[in-house]
């Protein structure tokens, strides 16, 4: 109960960005062209020169575990805290009197800060925000791109220099368009289209918001697995993932590398494979050969997409 009534008290904070929407609706803009697009992501982001202090904001394609794992990868000095339901498009993490499915379950300590507070401390170098999938469904029914451009401009709010992210995932792998043909077409066509283009049409939006594209990165490993017949104890896709769209223990360290990589801006090749769950109990090892082919794909695909803000090849 107290967290939920931390979250009404601070969205009292939340005047003083009610300039045009910050609070309520303006109309859906029309998505900014691609040479303004290309534009914001002409120059990579800077190196980070000390350990991150790292928010983030969605659903279970987040949690329990990546985060965690990402800060194994980063070292000594990472933080995290963390905001997260069951499915939770941004719209329930802002709205105070919306509920947020599975609120009590996904959220406690030492990762829990209710994210409202954690934008106005102004205490994060970089917050990574997340959909909630079927993106589709999300774009047609809860305006990403507005909610996108809340949270983006909440975070600036509190810290200009913050760094702001848009975490791609995925779909089920039983969608029936393809699993690997909506991971082609969705970047583009929605996350990128009708969230980030949007977004980016409202005034105070002039930075960047920056992709971690862990759809494309799970799409382009797979391919790589599936092509060699499997590597080490990854035979193919459905390794990924404990059902059809949440990750294994070796998803999840996908997904915790792209995150390493680009929030660093850094090769994660040679880091790591032995990682630890939450709870301090191992994680699945992918071993040495996987481990190494996960590092060099995610680092093959975020050199070669300039929205990730990493240095291009």
């Known amino acids: 109960m107290h967290k939920r009534l931390l979250r009404k008290s601070t969205a009292s904070l939340f005047l003083l960005l009610s300039a045009c929407g910050l609070v309520s609706r303006c109309g859906t803009p029309d998505p900014v062209d691609e040479a303004t697009f290309s534009a914001l992501y002409t120059k990579p982001a800077d190196l980070p020169d000390a350990p991150l202090k790292v928010y983030h904001l969605g659903h279970s394609l987040v949690g329990p575990y990546m985060p965690v794992m990402l800060k194994q990868l980063a070292g000594e000095g990472h933080g995290f805290n963390s905001q997260l339901g069951w499915g939770s498009p941004l719209e329930q993490h802002w709205e105070p009197d919306v509920p947020i499915n599975g609120f009590d379950e996904s959220n406690g300590p030492p990762a829990y800060r209710d994210a409202k507070e954690a934008m106005v401390s102004g205490e994060y170098d970089a917050v990574v925000l997340t959909e909630a999938v079927e993106i589709r469904d999300t ?74 594209p862990a759809g494309q990165v799970m799409a382009a490993f797979v391919r790589k697995v599936e092509a060699a017949g499997g590597i080490g104890p990854i035979q193919d896709r459905a390794d990924l993932f404990d059902d059809t769209i949440h990750f294994s223990h070796y998803g999840g360290y996908l997904v915790a590398l792209t995150h390493y990589a680009v929030l660093y801006g850094r090769s994660p090749v040679g880091l790591p494979h032995q990682m630890q769950l939450a709870d301090g109990s191992p994680a699945d090892d992918p071993g040495p050969d996987a481990a190494r082919a996960m590092q060099e794909t995610v680092w093959e695909v975020v050199t070669s997409y300039p929205p990730s803000g990493v240095k291009q090849n």
């Open 139 to 212: 774009i047609k029914y809860h305006d990403p791109h507005d909610y996108l451009r809340k949270w983006a401009a909440a975070a600036w709010n509190g810290n200009p220099d913050a760094r702001v992210y848009l975490y791609e995932t995925w779909h089920n792998l039983d969608d029936s368009e393809g699993w690997l043909n909506r991971l082609d077409l969705d970047l583009e066509r929605y996350w990128e289209r009708e969230i980030l283009k949007r977004a980016q049409a409202y005034g105070e939006i002039d930075k960047p918001i920056y992709v971690i």
